[in-house]
């Protein structure tokens, strides 16, 4: 059984820095890669920044510049480093490992950024 869990969301000021963290653990296939998303009340969940196990990283445009996702592959774990935090990045964060063909999903993280 595969579980993702994730970890370091809270609240912080607008201008402010946080750092998720996920790890993958189980299954019988490698991670091929390992992304972040986030959903905001009332919005769709859309993609913040995924990278794939050689370490190739692509970012939505609006955290371009200001987030940097890591991947450490001897214990299937990525980080998400949050920096000039901005009110509208408020949203329940998820992360995702793809393992072999399948794709398995935490159970998010809340990250508050106040004005």
């Known amino acids: 059984q595969v579980h993702v869990v994730e970890s370091g969301g809270g609240l912080m000021p607008a201008g402010g820095s946080l750092r998720l963290s996920c790890v993958a653990s189980?299954?019988?296939?490698?991670?091929?890669?390992m992304g972040w998303y986030r959903q905001a009340p009332g919005k769709q969940r859309e993609l913040v920044a995924r990278i794939t196990n050689s370490g190739t990283a692509d970012y939505a445009d609006s955290v371009q510049g200001r987030f940097t996702i890591s991947i450490y592959n001897a214990n299937n774990t990525v980080y998400l480093q949050m920096n000039s935090l901005k009110p509208e990045d408020t949203a329940i964060y998820y992360c995702?490992?793809?393992?072999?063909?399948?794709?398995?999903w935490g159970q998010g993280t809340q990250v508050t950024v106040s004005s």
């Open positions: 189980g299954g019988i296939f490698g991670v091929n890669a």
């Open positions: 995702n490992s793809k393992m072999g063909p399948f794709t398995y």
